[in-house]
């Protein structure tokens, strides 16, 4: 794990941790004050997007490979920091504290599964007239519509350990680091760790194998019963 990025993450935490009730508030106050218009208690999943401090873009966690969504304890770490600025209670129900000593407790081949649902405004809302600008704030024809919002997913499947010395790695997934808004749906969890190797399913709890015939870094890939997509976590062993 990029030490500098952890220690960033870190007192990050601490600041949201450490701040006062009324800094918080304050806080919220000034995210939403471009949305005050918005009726907060209808957004369907509860976490919009617009309302959160994005320490890295949702949008880059979509379940697709690219070289900038590199996938490790840390990024998991501001992704769900990120998710929980979203909330009206912010940090009360999603404690990065609590994220961040479980992550610590488990064992070094763990696997942390990050999936969650969250809103955001629609373009296609500015085109129909129900959002329109003015200045820096937004006005809502219709607060309460669902037509305002679409709904998007992000993921994340971290690697506590990255570096191995050997062509053998086993991983487990606890299920006390299943993160997720979406349980319920999460029917099928499917992992391949080169790219011509099958997929093998993950269930909680279960160790998982894989033999490399040579070094290098190779990718790690995820599919699930909607989306044969690459995982944004790279393996490196030696």
């Given at each position: 794990m990029n030490k500098n990025l952890l220690l960033f993450v870190l007192l990050f935490l601490s600041l949201f941790s450490g701040a006062r009730a009324q800094n918080l508030k304050e806080l919220r106050h000034n995210l939403d004050a471009p949305l005050q218009g918005l009726d907060f208690?209808?957004?369907?999943t509860g976490i919009l997007a617009e309302r959160a401090v994005e320490l890295l873009p949702f949008d880059a966690y979509d379940g697709v490979l690219r070289d900038s969504n590199y996938?490790?304890?840390a990024s998991q770490a501001m992704l769900y920091?990120?998710?929980?600025?979203s909330r009206d209670d912010m940090l009360k129900d999603m404690s990065p504290e609590s994220y961040l000593s479980v992550m610590k407790k488990s064992p070094k081949e763990?696997?942390?599964l990050l999936l969650f649902r969250?809103?955001?405004?629609?373009?296609q809302a500015y085109q129909e007239g129900?959002?329109?600008r003015n200045g820096s704030n937004l006005s809502f024809m219709k607060p309460s519509s669902q037509r305002l919002y679409?709904?998007?997913e992000v993921f994340s499947l971290a690697p506590k350990r990255v570096v191995w010395d050997t062509y053998d790695v086993s991983f487990v997934l606890p299920p006390n680091l299943i993160w997720s808004n979406m349980q319920g749906e999460i029917r099928d969890l499917r992992v391949r760790f080169e790219e011509n190797a099958p997929f093998k399913v993950v269930k909680p709890s279960q160790p998982i194998s894989h033999h490399y015939q040579r070094e290098g870094i190779v990718s790690f890939f995820r599919s699930d019963s909607k989306?044969?997509?690459?995982?944004?976590v790279k393996r490196t062993y030696k």
């Open positions: 208690s209808k957004i369907p996938s490790d304890y920091l990120s998710l929980a600025s763990s696997l942390s969250y809103s955001t405004l629609r373009e129900l959002i329109k679409q709904q998007r989306m044969d997509a690459l995982c944004r």
